[in-house]
């Protein structure tokens, strides 16, 4: 969760001071894809009730397609290239009015030009390309 919507390299020997500034340690060679819970379905849908802590979900399909609408279109509007990753449970984007919400979202998506769907896998590697200088 270090960047909304750009891959980055991982670090190794980060340095939390009480009193100072954050101290990054050294790139490694591994790829870390942005991800927030603001585009996971569990936080949005599932209720969960556990001592001392109730998760409410339960949201509307609609709440939920204006949030991630909105956050979309932030990201293609100032963030060329960016990498927008929904992080989706088969239990919980799999109700049927969810799903045809979902639907909807990759329509809005796929009606934008410029707009690729892959694999995160496959983002990591165009970020590695880009990053040694390739396209």
Same mark, same amino acid.
């Given at each position: 969760?270090g960047?909304?919507?750009?891959?980055?390299?991982?670090?190794?020997?980060d340095?939390?001071?009480?009193?100072?500034?954050?101290?990054?340690?050294?790139?490694?060679?591994?790829?870390?894809l942005?991800?927030?819970w603001?585009?996971?379905?569990?936080p949005?849908?599932?209720?969960?009730s556990?001592?001392g802590?109730l998760?409410?979900g339960l949201?509307?399909?609609?709440?939920?397609?204006?949030?991630?609408?909105?956050?979309?279109?932030f990201?293609?509007?100032?963030?060329p290239?960016?990498?927008y990753t929904?992080t989706?449970?088969?239990?919980?984007?799999?109700?049927?009015?969810?799903? $045809?919400?979902?639907?909807? $979202?990759v329509?809005y998506?796929a009606?934008h030009?410029?707009?690729r769907?892959s694999? $995160?896998?496959?983002?990591?590697?165009?970020?590695?390309r880009?990053?040694?200088?390739?396209s």
């Amino acid at each position: 969760m270090g960047k909304d919507f750009e891959p980055y390299w991982c670090r190794l020997g980060d340095v939390i001071q009480a009193d100072g500034p954050y101290l990054f340690g050294q790139p490694v060679d591994l790829v870390e894809l942005p991800v927030s819970w603001i585009l996971d379905d569990w936080p949005h849908f599932e209720y969960l009730s556990l001592p001392g802590r109730l998760s409410p979900g339960l949201s509307g399909p609609s709440k939920v397609e204006e949030v991630w609408r909105g956050e979309f279109d932030f990201m293609y509007r100032d963030v060329p290239g960016g990498v927008y990753t929904l992080t989706m449970h088969p239990q919980v984007i799999g109700r049927g009015h969810r799903f $045809l919400m979902l639907e909807r $979202l990759v329509d809005y998506f796929a009606a934008h030009d410029g707009v690729r769907f892959s694999t $995160l896998g496959e983002a990591a590697e165009a970020f590695r390309r880009a990053a040694a200088g390739g396209s």
